[in-house]
């Protein structure tokens, strides 16, 4: 089988919306059988966080969905995954310019928004640190859309 495709999501603080994105799609990709296919983590652009388990609302919001983000920790975006990850998925446009910032010359990484790379929409997925748990669940529901799009790349081979 072709080396798996390596997925890093990112966020800011590594504990809201990048670490329930990775079990989403984790989680998505286990029941469509293609778990093997990708080598799926998380990172942030802020250090704030680092060692972290994720916020507790995340942790509650994806408990309802069936999906146990505990055992996950923050840590800082490094300029190794942009060599050791194919595809680096920025929650939000703020998160995609710092990244693409920081992106070496020589990394063939493509650095993309998240909702937009997976087919959703070219928008941002709302920071829900600062809101209310209906805010977690709004996150929730778009990093699930957008773990659903990527399945469907990923059984098409559209990579
Ligand atoms: P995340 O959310 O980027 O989705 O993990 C945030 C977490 C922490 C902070 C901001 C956003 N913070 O300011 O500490």
Same mark, same amino acid.
């Given at each position: 089988?072709?080396?798996?495709?390596?997925?890093?999501?990112?966020?800011?603080?590594?504990?809201?919306?990048?670490?329930?994105?990775?079990?989403?799609? =984790?989680?998505?990709?286990?029941?469509?059988?293609?778990?093997? =296919? %990708?080598?799926? $983590?998380?990172?942030?652009?802020?250090?704030?966080?680092?060692?972290? #388990?994720?916020?507790?609302?995340?942790?509650?919001?994806?408990?309802?969905?069936?999906?146990?983000?505990?055992?996950?920790?923050?840590?800082?975006?490094?300029?190794?995954?942009?060599?050791? &990850? $194919?595809?680096?998925?920025?929650?939000?446009?703020?998160?995609?310019?710092?990244? =693409?910032?920081?992106? #070496?010359?020589?990394?063939?990484?493509?650095?993309?928004?998240?909702?937009?790379?997976?087919? %959703?929409?070219?928008?941002? %997925?709302?920071? #829900?640190?600062?809101?209310?748990?209906?805010?977690?669940?709004?996150? &929730?529901?778009? !990093?699930?859309?957008?773990?659903?799009?990527?399945?469907?790349? !990923?059984?098409?081979?559209?990579?």
């Amino acid at each position: 089988m072709a080396r798996p495709l390596g997925i890093l999501m990112l966020c800011l603080g590594n504990i809201c919306r990048s670490p329930t994105a990775e079990g989403v799609l =984790r989680a998505r990709l286990d029941e469509a059988g293609l778990a093997a =296919r %990708v080598r799926l $983590d998380s990172a942030g652009t802020g250090s704030s966080h680092i060692g972290h #388990p994720p916020d507790e609302r995340a942790i509650a919001c994806a408990g309802k969905h069936g999906i146990d983000l505990s055992a996950l920790r923050a840590r800082r975006l490094t300029l190794e995954d942009f060599d050791e &990850f $194919d595809t680096i998925l920025c929650a939000d446009r703020t998160i995609l310019h710092d990244a =693409r910032m920081r992106k #070496p010359r020589t990394s063939h990484a493509q650095v993309e928004l998240l909702l937009e790379w997976s087919g %959703v929409g070219k928008k941002d %997925v709302p920071d #829900p640190y600062y809101g209310a748990s209906r805010d977690f669940e709004q996150t &929730f529901k778009l !990093v699930d859309a957008a773990a659903q799009g990527i399945v469907e790349r !990923v059984r098409q081979g559209r990579l």
